[in-house]
C-alpha cells in the first residue's frame, strides 16, 4: 500500500506514524511545504514571555525521527496538484525547482489552516507579524524583547495569551476584538468580565467592539485604524483565527462553505481512499451531534489516530469532540467543554445554564479559593452540553470529567448522582462539579 500524506500537521504527523504501526510494509510519503513538522504552536506566547525552557523542545517529532520510523518525508516540497479520485499527485521540491509526478493507492489530506489575514491596507508591513507558525514565533521572539508596545487584534484563545504575556513583560498592550468582550467565543460573560478587569488591572487597553481598516507604517512603529479609532505601538500581531487549507481540492470532495473536508466517521472523505483529518477538515460536534469545524490540536491528534486505523478498511469509528479548551491568564485558570448558553443559541440548541462559586475545598484548611463552574444544558432532555471552570486552583481535570460526561450523553441528573471522592485536601464533601449540577437540577425544576 502506498500512501501519500499531504501537510505534516498534527494530524499528518501522527497518520503517518499510526498508518505505519497498523500496516508496517506501507509505503509512505509525507510532502510539506516547510522545514520542520510538528510545531506546538499553542507555545508561542509562553515562550515570547520566557516559559519555555528550550525552543526545540516544542516539536516532539522531526523530519529525522519520523525517517527513522520508515517514512518518506519530503520536507520543502508543495503539492502543485492533486487528482483525488485518480490518487495522482504532481509536486515540487522548492530547493530545486524539479518537479515530479506520482500516483498513490490512498491519500491523507492534512494541509492544516491558515491564518484569518484579511485584505487590508498596509497588512503586509514588516511592523505587522503572524502568529500561527515556527517561522512566525521565531519572528516574534527575536523582537518582543526589543519593544516597548504592541497592539494585538483578535480577542480569542491566542491573542488573549498574547496579551496577557507581553503585558506581565513589561509592554504596553492594546487589544482589539471586532466583538464586544474578550474570549467571547469561548466563555460566558460572567466569565469574560473576570478576564477584562484582570487585563485593565495589568495595563492592557482594551479597545473591543470595532473593527480594523488599515495599517500604516510610522516612525519606529504602526497605527492601526478601527472605525472607532486609531492606535499606536512599536508593533502589531494578528491572531483572528483560522480557515481550512484546502483550496488545492476545491470541486474534487464535499466540504462546508468555509472549506473544511467533510468526512465519515472513518475519516474517509465523499472520494473513496481519500482521507482528511485535524484544521483540514470537519468534527463531529457532540454537544450539537452535528459536524461542524473547529480546529484544535487534540481533534487533529485523534482524527490522525484515526485516519491510520482506517486507512485500509472501517475500523474504528470517530466518537466526536466537546472541543474541551483551557488558558491561563494572569494566573486565573479556565477550562471549558462543549457549549455556553450564548453558543448553544446560535448552534440551535435550546439551552439553559447555571453559574455557581464555592471554595474548592473546605474552609477549615488553612488555605482554599474559591472556584467558579458553570454548568449548561439541553431543556427537555437535559442532556449535558458544556461546562466551564474558573479558579486560582487548579480545575483543569474538571472540564475533561465533562467532556466525557457530553460525549456518553449524561444528563444533569445522572453527573448530580456520579460518584466523586472527598478527602480535605482535595474537595469539598460535594465536589463542586457535582454541586453545579445539582444547582442545575434546581433550576430546571
Known amino acids: 500500500m502506498k500512501v501519500a500524506i499531504i501537510g505534516a500537521t498534527h494530524a499528518g504527523v501522527f497518520s503517518a506514524k499510526q498508518i505505519k504501526a497498523e500496516h508496517p510494509d506501507a509505503e509512505i510519503h509525507v ?19 520566557d516559559h519555555v525552557s528550550s525552543p526545540n523542545k516544542m516539536f516532539y517529532e522531526s523530519p529525522e525521527s519520523m525517517a527513522k520510523q520508515g517514512i518518506t518525508m519530503h520536507m520543502n516540497t508543495e503539492v502543485l496538484e492533486a487528482k483525488l479520485v485518480d490518487k495522482h499527485l504532481v509536486y515540487k521540491d522548492l530547493a530545486s525547482g524539479e518537479e515530479t509526478a506520482a500516483d498513490f493507492d490512498k491519500i491523507v489530506i492534512t494541509t492544516g489552516s491558515k491564518a484569518i489575514k484579511p485584505n487590508l491596507p498596509g ?22 524583547p526589543e519593544i516597548k508596545s504592541a497592539i494585538v487584534i483578535g480577542a480569542g484563545y ?44 495589568h495595563g492592557v487597553q482594551l479597545e473591543l467592539n470595532q473593527m480594523v481598516s488599515s495599517f500604516e507604517d510610522i516612525e519606529n512603529g504602526v497605527k492601526v485604524k478601527t472605525d472607532k479609532g486609531e492606535y499606536e505601538a512599536d508593533i502589531a500581531i494578528l491572531g483572528i483565527g483560522f480557515l481550512p487549507n484546502t483550496g488545492l481540492f476545491q470541486g474534487q470532495v464535499n466540504m462546508l462553505k468555509n472549506g473544511a473536508i467533510e468526512t465519515n466517521e472513518y475519516m474517509e472523505t465523499s472520494v473513496p481512499g481519500v482521507f482528511a483529518a485535524g484544521d483540514a477538515a470537519t468534527v463531529f460536534y457532540n454537544p450539537t451531534q452535528k459536524y461542524d469545524y473547529i480546529p484544535l490540536a487534540t481533534n487533529a491528534v485523534r482524527q490522525g489516530v484515526l485516519v491510520g486505523k482506517n486507512i485500509e478498511k472501517n475500523t474504528v469509528a470517530y466518537q466526536g469532540t466537546q472541543a474541551t479548551s483551557a488558558v491561563e491568564l494572569y494566573e486565573l485558570a479556565y477550562a471549558a467543554t462543549g457549549l455556553t448558553k450564548e453558543s448553544a443559541k446560535i448552534k440551535g440548541v435550546d439551552a439553559e445554564s447555571v453559574t455557581i462559586e464555592e471554595d474548592y475545598r473546605p474552609d477549615f484548611m488553612l488555605s482554599t479559593t474559591p472556584v467558579k463552574a458553570s454548568l449548561t444544558w439541553e431543556k427537555g ?65
Open 31 to 49: 510532502f510539506e511545504k516547510n522545514d520542520t513538522v510538528s510545531f506546538l504552536s499553542c507555545g508561542i506566547a509562553l515562550w515570547i514571555g
Open 123 to 144: 497588512i503586509h508591513s514588516d511592523r505587522v507579524f503572524d502568529s500561527k507558525n515556527w517561522k512566525n514565533a521565531n519572528d516574534l521572539k527575536k523582537v518582543t
Open 158 to 201: 491566542i491573542g488573549a495569551e498574547l496579551a496577557e504575556q507581553l503585558s506581565v513583560n513589561g509592554k504596553k498592550v492594546t487589544l482589539i476584538d471586532g466583538l464586544d468582550r474578550v474570549l467571547a467565543k469561548n466563555t460566558s460573560d460572567e466569565f469574560s468580565s473576570v478576564f477584562e478587569e484582570a487585563y485593565k488591572k
Open 381 to 445: 432532555s437535559r442532556r449535558i452540553v458544556g461546562a466551564a471552570f474558573m479558579s486560582k486552583h487548579d480545575i483543569s481535570q474538571a472540564a475533561n470529567v465533562v467532556s466525557l460526561a457530553i460525549e456518553n450523553k449524561m444528563t444533569i441528573d445522572q453527573l448530580a448522582m456520579t460518584d466523586f471522592f472527598f478527602q480535605p485536601n482535595f474537595g469539598q464533601p460535594i465536589n463542586y462539579v457535582s454541586s453545579v449540577a445539582m444547582a442545575a437540577q434546581a433550576k430546571a425544576e
